[in-house]
């Protein structure tokens, strides 16, 4: 079990699926556009974990047919899109925001209606510097995933001691099929395990 929630984006593969579901990880994000053949062929290998379909750069019109077809548990949306074309999709939807790019006080405040969770990015390994307090003041109101690089040392700190919801990793790539080093996302996953 992890101490915090944990959403592992741009899963590509059954090996990070597993593993990722195997290590307690509560959101597996997949692109929606992956073939419905292969999302369907991994999900079915899941059980207890929350599937997103991440909806990079589609318009409303194809998010509500892929949602159709591959009838992920949630979806993540990045911030162009307008969530009022698709409120009507009656899932829970994560925000992709970006701390360097977007006007987050006045996103958050639009978005918070539609929306159950934002997931925090940045363009940057340095996007998180001089934003401490910030972030802690806007995850106090507003349900946050952290998906900025943590340094590792901090991230208990940032777990046990602010507002935040989650955070948010990367899936990596396979080497070949089946075949993944593992000791990027197993460090941190390894961090946030209740002993």
Same mark, same amino acid.
């Given at each position: ?11 590509? $593969?059954? =090996? ?21 053949? @292969?999302?369907?062929? *991994? ?20 998010? @509500? ?11 993540? *949306?990045?911030? @162009? ?13 994560? #925000?992709?925001? $970006? ?16 929306? =159950?969770? &934002?997931?925090?990015?940045? +363009? ?10 910030? *972030? ?9 995933? #952290?998906? %900025? ?10 777990? /046990?001691?602010?507002? *935040? ?16 080093? &593992?000791? /990027? %996302?197993? =460090?941190?996953?390894?961090? #946030?395990?209740? +002993?």
């Amino acid at each position: 079990m992890l101490k915090t929630k944990v959403k592992v984006s741009s899963i590509e $593969n059954l =090996s990070d699926a597993r593993y990722c579901a195997g290590m307690g990880v509560e959101w597996l994000g997949f692109p929606l556009a992956m073939p419905l053949e @292969k999302f369907a062929e *991994i999900r079915n290998w899941l059980a207890g974990v929350q599937i997103v379909g991440e909806a990079s750069g589609l318009k409303p019109e194809e998010i @509500k047919e892929l949602v159709a077809s591959h009838q992920p548990d949630a979806i993540e *949306i990045d911030s @162009k899109v307008n969530l009022v074309l698709i409120q009507d999709i009656d899932l829970p939807k994560i #925000l992709r925001v $970006n701390i360097d790019t977007d006007n987050l006080p006045a996103l958050f405040a639009s978005a918070a209606p539609y929306v =159950s969770h &934002f997931l925090l990015t940045g +363009d940057s390994p340095e996007s998180l510097q001089g934003m401490e307090s910030s *972030i802690e003041i806007w995850a106090a109101q507003y349900p946050i995933i #952290l998906g %900025l690089e943590v340094p590792e040392e901090d991230l208990e700190e940032w777990v /046990d001691q602010t507002s *935040i919801q989650g955070i948010g990793l990367m899936a990596g790539k396979e080497d070949r099929p089946g075949f993944r080093d &593992f000791s /990027d %996302l197993m =460090s941190i996953l390894e961090k #946030l395990e209740i +002993d």
